[in-house]
């Protein structure tokens, strides 16, 4: 068996017969496993659920998968090499989840927030082969940690929300971010709701809809 980079939790598929397809759910700064894997009781139970842990510990907070800094003049900068090392090893857990858990890694669904929601559309864009579907939440496009897939794009499905009074990762930037997959003609998704940095009960709901609609 093979063992994932990162220390994670895990609820296995109802199907025992063949292989499941995969949700990997990756949290955002600060958070740990548990955030994103609060929404399993509602994911339907074919799914193989894989909720990570960011290998960076945030004193008093929770975890990261790259470090983020602040100068005196409130500028923001981050750990660009790091934020790669994760955005490959995120794609090594998909490859490894097909061992371990008997997962389809020809049917994975990525799900982020915040850093997480960055990390898994680098993680799509770079290696479209093996994911099939995106749910990005409060995030953005990041062109720093992608390098830009010649092949397979079209085959990826993009679900993209965010809060319009999001002052972590601001509304406004996030959206101008989505530019990226215009200009490469990427097909997405994108839907605003009036909230901060957070996931609401109607993002929720309409995000489960989409996921529902995939599966048929």
């Known amino acids: 068996m093979s063992n994932l980079p990162f220390y994670h939790i895990v609820r296995k598929s109802s199907i025992k017969d063949k292989q499941s397809p995969l949700l990997l759910m990756v949290h955002g700064f600060g958070s740990n496993e548990q955030d994103l894997f609060s929404f399993s009781r509602a994911i339907p139970s074919e799914f193989t659920i894989v909720s990570l842990r960011g290998p960076i510990n945030t004193p008093g907070m929770g975890y990261a998968w790259y470090d983020i800094y602040f100068d005196l003049q ?43 929601s960055v990390l898994i559309n680098a993680v799509a864009l770079t290696y479209p082969k093996n994911i099939k579907n995106i749910i990005s939440m409060s995030g953005g496009i990041d062109p720093n940690i992608i390098t830009l897939s010649r092949h397979n794009l079209n085959d990826l499905s993009f679900y993209i929300s965010h809060g319009t009074e999001d002052e972590v990762l601001p509304f406004n930037q996030a959206k101008e971010s989505l530019d990226f997959l215009n200009q490469n003609k990427i097909i997405f998704d994108f839907e605003t709701y009036p909230v901060g940095h957070g996931v609401c009960s109607e993002n929720f709901k309409s995000m489960l809809s989409w996921l529902n609609k995939k599966m048929l």
């Open 74 to 116: 409130g500028n923001k900068t981050y750990d660009i090499e790091m934020a790669i090392k994760s955005r490959d090893l995120i794609l090594k857990c998909v490859k490894d989840c097909s061992k371990k858990y008997n997962t389809d890694i020809k049917n994975t669904t990525l799900m982020g927030f915040s850093q997480g």
